[in-house]
């Protein structure tokens, strides 16, 4: 791996912590998986892989050993590649980014549930039904933010990119 790699993963790691760190303040606002997004339809996908687990480690290392932390460990670097997998077809349809940033942010809501099956099934259920509203509007939140955002912020990487 190239300094110019390292370089260009530390900068999206950076990027996503600060747009996770900024966001969280906001109820039902999240945006970081609208960064992944965008850095996975813009860069290389090992290179977003790397910046999304990166940032999931430093978060861990920041807001402490959790389940919810060590669960973004896991969710955030496979949007990494999910996006960065399905790029020619998100960009040639950007409604489908649209929808698959919206989904994923929904998700996100409900996987973070999930290791609580350890527990009981039946606390999971409950975890995940309570937690339905809310990633509901989660959901619905990063779909518009991505429809209004998803364009602009990825020409603006494009020109960065160039240069």
């Not at 790397?50 to 919810?68: D, E, P, R």
């Not at 999910?82 to 989904?103: D, E, I, N, P, T």
Request: net charge positive; glycine share 4%; with cysteine.
């Amino acid at each position: 791996m190239s300094v110019k790699q390292i370089a260009r993963i530390a900068m999206m790691a950076a990027m996503m912590a600060v747009v996770f760190t900024m966001f969280s303040q906001v109820l039902y606002l999240e945006a970081i998986t609208l960064t992944i997004a965008v850095l996975a339809l813009t860069f290389d996908r090992r290179e977003v892989f790397y910046a999304a687990l990166v940032f999931t480690l430093v978060n861990m290392l920041v807001q402490g050993v959790s389940i919810w932390t060590f669960a973004y460990c896991l969710i955030y670097p496979v949007y990494a590649v999910v996006f960065g997998s399905l790029k020619a077809k998100l960009l040639q349809h950007r409604w489908a980014a649209v929808v698959l940033v919206g989904f994923c942010s929904f998700a996100t809501g409900q996987l973070l549930d999930l290791p609580f099956i350890v527990f009981s099934p039946k606390v999971t259920l409950i975890y995940i039904v309570m937690g339905l509203k809310t990633s509901l509007v989660q959901g619905l939140l990063s779909a518009l933010e991505a429809l209004f955002l998803l364009d602009p912020l990825i020409d603006r990487l494009e020109k960065l990119e160039r240069k």
